[in-house]
């Protein structure tokens, strides 16, 4: 078999078995996915006996984060046939990939689990050790009801360069966010609108000045995927058009919100895939201070294990480690517990 039809094998594989583990997807869905986010150097596939039993693609982002902007790597699509479930192959994958995020540099690995009980199986060590980071909460915006003459609303022409380089602009604005590139804001667009909702700019003056995707859901919500605008004025003018379009009188947001806000529902999980970097790039030392952490069991990484000392500007690290190491998701819920991230646009809704 050459290797054009290895990859068209395993193309054709991991649609199949994305189908199999998640039903409701639309054909138009995966038609989607699998020609704009699909391709071979971020998919993993597992086969036994000819047999493909467990699949993952390893998105690449890039999070901003207390002023660093760093390469992380998203966990979608994770299934494995029924088959095969119960034989560790969720780990197998998942190793794989942090190994890989490890080699390529980046600093963490992130996925969105839907379930409570997926949850918890990301928690353990020998699921990667996650930990919930980011927390969400559903918001109300009202239409006020006026007309709002300086702005005109107008759908996202496809490939509407000014239109992203606005997104950048706003999401370069918010302390915490995972940065879309061209292509994912496209994806989400055109999954938008594969749901049958809105996507929507605000312009003043022929200048774009705010951006929206709403949906419909299956409860006649009217709900925002994405809501960022230069203008207060703005987020009123796209808030009343979608009210009046959808005759509803209230439009819903979920958004980013610290975990002991009240109704704070938890969302992304986070682990580190490179101890080094992380506390190279993230460890905020005062002045004539050194910072100690002890990490055990990262069983995807064992480099991260051990004592990590930071000081005089020098990272150190001792294989060696206390009673007090804590596993990577206890150290970052303890470092970072009141992290707050803007995620939009993950394709997870």
Not at 221 to 236: H, I, M, N, Q, T
Request: net charge neutral.
């Amino acid at each position: 078999m050459t290797t054009e039809e290895m990859r068209q094998r395993e193309l054709e594989d991991s649609r199949a078995l994305w189908q199999t583990c998640f039903p409701n997807d639309s054909t138009e869905f995966l038609d989607l996915y699998f020609r704009e986010k699909y391709n071979p150097s971020v998919n993993l596939i597992h086969y036994v006996n000819e047999r493909p039993a467990a699949v993952m693609q390893l998105l690449p982002y890039r999070l901003r984060c207390f002023g660093q902007t760093v390469n992380v790597g998203y966990v979608s699509g994770l299934c494995t046939h029924p088959d095969f479930r119960g034989r560790g192959l969720a780990k197998l994958l998942l190793d794989k990939a942090h190994r890989r995020l490890y080699e390529q540099g980046a600093v963490f690995s992130l996925l969105i689990p839907d379930s409570d009980d997926l949850r918890r199986f990301y928690t353990k060590p020998s699921h990667g050790a996650y930990a919930t980071i980011s927390y969400r909460k559903e918001e109300s915006w009202l239409p006020t009801g006026n007309a709002y003459p300086a702005y005109s609303i107008s759908p996202i022409a496809p490939y509407d360069a000014d239109v992203f380089v606005l997104h950048q602009q706003l999401d370069l604005r918010t302390d915490n966010a995972l940065l879309s590139s061209f292509s994912d804001w496209q994806v989400a667009i055109a999954t938008c609108q594969l749901e049958g909702g809105q996507a929507l700019v605000a312009r003043r003056k022929g200048k774009p000045t705010g951006i929206t995707l709403a949906v419909k859901e299956s409860d006649g919500r009217v709900v925002l995927r994405d809501f960022l605008a230069k203008r207060p004025g703005a987020k009123g003018a796209l808030i009343q058009f979608l009210s009046e379009h959808y005759d509803v009188p209230i439009i819903y947001d979920r958004a980013p919100c610290q975990p002991t806000q009240p109704e704070a529902q938890p969302y992304l999980m986070m682990r580190i895939v490179n101890m080094q970097k992380f506390v190279q790039l993230f460890y905020q030392p005062t002045l004539f201070s050194s910072f100690e952490a002890q990490i055990k069991d990262d069983l995807s990484i064992p480099e991260n294990n051990g004592t990590w000392i930071y000081t005089n500007n020098q990272v150190l690290h001792s294989p060696t480690m206390t009673a007090n190491a804590l596993s990577p998701a206890n150290f970052l819920t303890n470092y970072w517990p009141n992290l707050k991230i803007s995620v939009r646009n993950l394709l997870d809704e």
